[in-house]
């Protein structure tokens, strides 16, 4: 396997990663939390309710973008504000994502893995590959 092939791999790998956690914090929301439970958490930090619809319609949109490598900057960079929020939802509970109600440096660091999937763009096995190669009729 050549070094190109290695990190288109490599990208692939990290895309579908975020996109199955993107998609699982949406559904956890949905299924576990319920919309209105959710809608009352984020009501209790002081944000308004209809945001944890906006939430979740990115988490589980977006996921199933980046598990497929459809729009995958565009994805990425959707999510970033969401858990830039959770980051500050999470701030005051201290650094480490194990301390109780979950510390800041996980929503943190996967804000910047984010961030550097928006940059690499799809990677391998993407819809967006597939796209760009599709051959054109006259």
């Known amino acids: 396997m050549t ?3 290695m990190t288109a791999n490599g990208t692939a790998l990290l895309r579908v990663t975020l996109g199955v956690a993107a998609l699982s914090h949406g559904l956890l929301k949905i299924f576990v939390f ?3 439970g959710a809608a009352g958490f984020f009501e209790s930090i002081g944000l308004p309710g209809f945001l ?4 979740t ?3 589980i949109i977006g996921g199933v ?3 497929a490598g459809f729009q995958t900057r565009l994805a990425a960079l959707a999510l970033i504000p969401v858990l830039l929020g959770a980051t500050w939802a999470h701030a005051g509970n201290g650094w480490v994502f194990s301390n109780q109600g979950g510390g800041w440096e996980y929503p943190l660091f996967w804000a910047i ?3 550097a999937q928006a940059l ?4 391998a096995y993407a819809v967006d590959d597939m796209v760009q190669r599709k051959p ?3």
């Open 3 to 5: 070094e190109t092939q």
């Open 34 to 36: 319920t919309l209105a």
């Open 52 to 55: 944890a619809y906006l939430v």
């Open 57 to 59: 319609f990115t988490e």
């Open 65 to 67: 973008m980046l598990i």
């Open 113 to 115: 893995a984010l961030g």
């Open 120 to 123: 690499l763009g799809s990677g």
């Open 136 to 138: 054109q009729t006259a």
